[in-house]
């Protein structure tokens, strides 16, 4: 597979990959130069992923999971700390969104530990499905065994949950650490950092019962409020130059009055550091870098090619020239002069600003 990768990277120009990480792998299994691989994230509509603290079931701490039903996924880390987990918080449930093969042991496991009115399997979500079911959560569960990046865990912060993953591929680049939990691959240490972080939203409702009925000062409770606000930034973090300065939240301290506040803190923080038009911004100056330089000649490809070896060098030279030879057969057959050339309709990247960006995010809290 690495040869393979060697031999398509030979007619690459530039490379964009969504993590650190993957850049790292890129460029050790493809050997490809590392000033030609160039890091831009994901985003996501944080207009679509609007917080609501108001849906959370006060009778339950709410465990939100929602992904694809696979190894891959993590399933077997999931499947192996419901049941410890449920046995010591009576209040625990879990929402769990996503259908696969792994499913059947979600279900054996709930049958076996009588867990039906807590384990609630809700099969596929459509992308419409998937807000009303993160803003009921208190708690956002990934458990990936490998990954580049995820966009889940952007769509819960969005709507205000605490995350808890597994620190595998570019997760730990994803968040700041005052937004998200990381833990290693294993099942023990996994579920005592969800145990704290349960043991952690019942302080903070305790808490927030308190400041209500006994209308407690908030700076008495500055000790126990909502720590994960006062956490110092995760250096992992690599995504923090996406937004300039007029738009960007440090995160290291945030005045969390309130439950919401938080929420829209966090929500905040999303819609300005993993915009769509930022992204594509910077996306449209690699592409139009890559535009800028000259196609690479057969002749410097097959030289390429030929040092991948005795055996697949030779190979991947005859199959490179006969995709050659079919290129000029289809441009003999059908000259790029009597292509039409599609108008351009588009709105250029530069006429976002970021107060566009920001107002893309419906902000309806004050």
């Known amino acids: 597979m690495n040869k393979v990768m060697e031999g398509v990277f030979t007619a690459v120009d530039q490379v964009i990959c969504v993590s650190h990480t993957t850049k790292e792998n890129v460029v050790l299994r493809a050997k490809y130069d590392p000033d030609r691989v160039f890091v831009i994230p994901n985003a996501v509509d944080a207009s679509a992923f609007l917080p ?5 079931d006060p009778n339950y701490i709410t465990i939100v999971v929602v992904s694809r039903l696979v190894y891959r996924k993590g399933l077997d880390l999931l499947v192996a700390i419901i049941p410890s987990l449920c046995s010591l918080f009576p209040e625990l449930r879990f929402l769990i969104g996503g259908d696969g093969p792994k499913r059947l042991e979600l279900e054996e496991i709930r049958e076996q530990y009588q867990l039906h009115s807590r384990v609630n399997l809700l099969g596929s979500l459509q992308p419409h499905e998937v807000r009303p079911l993160l803003i009921q959560g208190d708690i956002f569960l990934n458990t990936s065994l490998t990954e580049a990046f995820c966009i889940a865990i952007l769509e819960a912060v969005s709507c205000g949950l605490m995350v808890i993953s597994t620190a595998v591929g570019g997760l730990p680049e994803v968040l ?38 006994e209308q407690k000062p908030m700076d008495n409770l500055t000790s126990n409020k909502l720590d994960i606000c006062t956490s110092p930034p995760n250096p992992l973090c690599r995504f923090s130059l996406i937004a300039d300065s007029s738009t960007h939240f440090d995160g290291t301290e945030f005045n969390c009055n309130s439950l919401t506040d938080h929420c829209w803190h966090m929500h905040k923080w999303i819609r300005s550091m993993y915009c769509w038009p930022l992204v594509a911004k910077r996306t449209e100056k690699v592409y139009s870098a890559a535009m800028s330089k000259p196609p690479v000649s057969l002749q410097d490809r097959i030289s390429r090619l030929y040092q991948l070896g005795p055996l697949t060098g030779k190979m991947t030279c005859f199959a490179a ?46």
């Open 176 to 213: 700041p650490e005052h937004f998200i939990r990381l833990a290693p691959a294993n099942a023990s240490e996994l579920a005592t950092i969800v145990a704290d972080s349960i043991i952690q939203v019942r302080q903070q409702r305790e808490d927030s019962k308190l400041t209500a009925h």
């Open 321 to 366: 020239i006969l995709h050659w030879l079919l290129l000029q057969f289809i441009s003999w057959l059908r000259p790029e002069q009597m292509i039409d050339i599609m108008p351009s309709l588009e709105t250029p990247i530069e006429d976002f600003s970021d107060s566009e960006c920001e107002d893309l995010s419906v902000d309806s809290h004050k």
């Open 52 to 56: 609501d603290p108001s849906c959370r």
